[in-house]
């Protein structure tokens, strides 16, 4: 089964500590995965895909397939990276599979 | 990457009827998808519309209810039918980059209360 989860519905931090949002996936094949942010009010765009190994706004996930994980990381949290993150898989039919989502809140 | 314009971002609608949502591409694109965000869910594939042929639906999910329609390369619309209040959702297209190592882009979602 193609899946992703992502354990925590909300992860509250303060400004400057690090973040860590959780990603694991099931999938058979060679996986292809990405990391999505929603900012309020705004549409969802992409912020990160493994194949890419770059680092967007301080963040950086690394693929480990023998945990069959994908965690978003950043070292030093700022207040505008408050927003919804969705990891999500490419399905073997071309489409997205999206986990739940975590909602992160980086505190003053 | 592509850009997608969506329309409308909102409507209000009465149960029993029908809304329709459309999708603009700025650039030729072979597979488009439509997803559901129901409020505080995660996105759900409705289904996938290819241009030329008939959509292909997600379990749950069937042509009476949400018709897609794919005239040509650019364009797609996506139809929520015979409304009730479990319709309300954000409803959002998406379309995929060159190769999916891209990512996909998404519209700016139609967010749908039905009354």
């Known amino acids: 089964a193609q899946r992703v989860t992502q354990p925590e519905k909300l992860l509250s931090v303060f400004k400057g500590a690090p973040v860590e949002l959780k990603c694991n996936y099931s999938?058979?094949?060679?996986?292809?995965l990405f990391w999505y942010v929603q900012y309020s009010r705004q549409r969802l765009q992409l912020l990160l895909r493994?194949?890419s190994r770059e680092s967007i706004k301080g963040f950086t996930a690394d693929l480990n397939k023998g945990e069959t994980s994908f965690h978003l990381k950043k070292p030093f949290a700022q207040e505008e990276d408050s927003a919804m993150y969705y990891c999500?898989?490419?399905?073997?039919?071309?489409?997205?599979?999206f986990g739940k989502g975590t909602k992160l809140s980086v505190k003053p | 990457s592509a850009v997608i314009s969506q329309k409308p971002s909102r409507d209000i609608c009465q149960r029993g009827t029908s809304l329709t949502i459309q999708c603009q591409v700025d650039?030729?694109?072979?597979?488009m998808f439509w997803y559901r965000q129901q409020p505080g869910q995660s996105l759900t594939l409705i289904a996938t519309?290819?241009?030329?042929?008939?959509?292909?639906?997600e379990s749950g999910f069937v042509i009476d209810k949400f018709p897609i329609s794919r005239p040509n390369l650019t364009f797609s619309t996506l139809t929520v039918s015979n409304m009730s209040p479990e319709d309300s959702s954000i409803y959002l297209c998406?379309?995929?980059?060159?190769?999916?190592?891209?990512?996909?882009?998404f519209g700016s979602g139609t967010r749908l209360t039905v009354v």
């Open positions: 999938y058979s094949g060679s996986p292809e």
């Open positions: 519309a290819n241009q030329g042929s008939e959509a292909t639906y």
């Open positions: 493994h194949i």
């Open positions: 650039s030729q694109v072979t597979m």
């Open positions: 998406s379309v995929a980059g060159t190769g999916s190592i891209y990512g996909y882009t």
């Open positions: 999500a898989l490419g399905g073997s039919q071309g489409n997205l599979i």
